[in-house]
């Protein structure tokens, strides 16, 4: 959300204002043979925190993104803290607020499954339940001012710092990968063998084109996690992006900041719809690819 100007932060420009804000905390092995941020020729290679955009990049595919992973964590725990503890201090007396709110959330998405899911599994309610809460969280971290977390952190020697999970593509491809084993495993479960028969006889029920359906049939399977996470991704993505070009505004003096603040707080005003709408959709997305994998013909 709010930021200051990037000159007051130490940025040379807009450009490696905005570099530092899309870069993660990204820890690897920098392979020797790269170069590292001043300009020298890493001899040894070796494993460590990136300290630019350029030794995140030469990590490669096996590099972790530190930061991404801890305030996933971090939401998770917070999530199963909050109704473990709602759960144990239940009465069916007067409710608490958390309480009211807790059953609230959960009769929303019970009742979303009894909608969308029509086959028989007491765990897609709490799959689903888990996927919209984590999301949510997740989501609601971009309401935080872009500046504030990065630049406490990099008081303590913490460099880089992205705090919105969702808007890493390791994360939303990730949970939707979660989700598409769970298509996968449901998929042989409940139909066995009519599974890979779904696949090969679709759309036409003739075994001499089984050469064409099935591949365009895997493709359509493998298509859905990719759709499912990117979605997620792009659209945190680009809102995040808004809040920092935004952001720039308060470099530009009075009149610009002003104008910063007022425009900062109207996206934000905007974007509470968009964090919880996108957590939906990718609930019930996830509700309705299982009800597919359990719809036995």
């Known amino acids: 959300m709010a930021s200051s100007g990037h000159e007051e932060h130490g940025y040379a420009n807009a450009s490696e204002y905005i570099q530092h804000h899309l870069t993660n905390l990204t820890y690897g092995k920098l392979p020797a043979g790269a170069e590292s941020c001043d300009g020298s020729i890493v001899e040894h290679a070796h494993w460590g925190l990136a300290h630019c955009g350029a030794e995140a990049k030469a990590m490669g595919f096996n590099a972790i993104h530190v930061d991404s992973m801890l305030w996933s964590i971090g939401l998770g725990a917070i999530f199963l803290f909050f109704f473990w503890r709602v759960a144990r201090n239940m009465t069916a007396g007067v409710p ?17 499954v009894r909608d969308v899911f029509h086959g028989r599994n007491p765990w897609i309610a709490p799959i689903a339940l888990t996927v919209f809460c984590w999301v949510l969280l997740s989501n609601l971290m971009d309401i935080l001012p872009v500046d504030l977390v990065p630049w406490l952190l990099e008081q303590v020697g913490v460099k880089f710092q992205k705090i919105v999970p969702s808007t890493d593509p390791n994360i939303t491809l990730g949970t939707a990968v979660f989700v598409f084993i769970l298509m996968i495993y449901y998929s042989f479960k409940v139909k066995g063998f009519g599974f890979i028969k779904e696949l090969s006889l679709t759309p036409f029920n003739t075994p001499w084109l089984i050469w064409f359906n099935l591949p365009l049939e895997l493709v359509g399977l ?4 990719f759709s499912l996470g990117l979605r997620l991704f792009g659209n945190l993505y680009a809102a995040e992006i808004i809040f920092i070009l935004i952001a720039l505004m308060f470099g530009g003096g009075i009149i610009f900041g002003l104008l910063g603040g007022v425009m900062q707080l109207a996206w934000a005003a905007f974007h509470i719809i968009v964090i919880p709408l996108q957590a939906f959709i990718f609930m019930v997305l996830t ?8 719809e036995d013909h």
């Open 96 to 112: 608490s607020g958390m309480q009211n709110f807790i059953e609230t959330l959960v009769d929303f998405v019970d009742g979303n």
């Open 222 to 225: 493998v298509a859905k996690p």
């Open 287 to 294: 509700i309705v690819y299982l009800s597919q994998a359990h």
